[in-house]
């Protein structure tokens, strides 16, 4: 999780990176036209014709590539995508996520192993998503249930993507067969 984590915000700081090189290009060889674009944008946000303008300028005389960054592509100083983080912060995540049914496998019998790992995963997961809510100041049992809900979906579909894959799994290889990813359809 924590490595798929780090590659898709990878992804994601790379398009940011590659955003900005083009604006920065675009700064050094065309000065006036980015000067009108940032202006446009100031425009369009509700300010006159003639404030947009010294807006525009003054800004871009402080930081040109900070405020075509912000304002024309949307990349905010704390909201920059950062990878290491990101897959830290997952690795956390899933560690303290997964603590609570790891607990209670660990204290019930054997029988009862997997009935009770799987209906208490999901009161951790209404508990969890109820909390989350809480935190984020927003209603409590709606966000619980969405949790409770489309949490377990990856449980449930991953035989059937399994079998709509064509991958045999009792066998330990993996077959890929086209016509039953077509049966799937
Ligand atoms: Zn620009």
Known sequence: MAAGECVS???????EEADLALERK??????EFERDEL?????????????ASQVAEQL????????????????IEHSKARPIQAAFSSAATFTAGALLPLLVAWLVPPSLLITLVALLSLVFLAALGGLAARAGGVPVLRASVRVTFW????WQSRP??????????ESGKTALK????????
């Open 9 to 15: 915000v990878s992804s994601q700081s790379d398009t």
């Open 26 to 31: 675009s700064l050094s060889e065309n000065i």
């Open 39 to 51: 202006a446009k944008i100031y425009e369009a946000r509700g300010l006159t014709s003639h404030l």
């Open 60 to 75: 871009m005389l402080h930081d040109a590539l900070g405020a075509h960054a912000r304002d024309e592509i949307g990349i």
């Open 151 to 154: 949490g377990p979906w990856p």
């Open 160 to 169: 059937q993507l399994a079998v709509c894959l064509g991958l045999s799994l």
């Open 178 to 185: 086209t016509e039953s990813i077509l049966a799937c359809l």
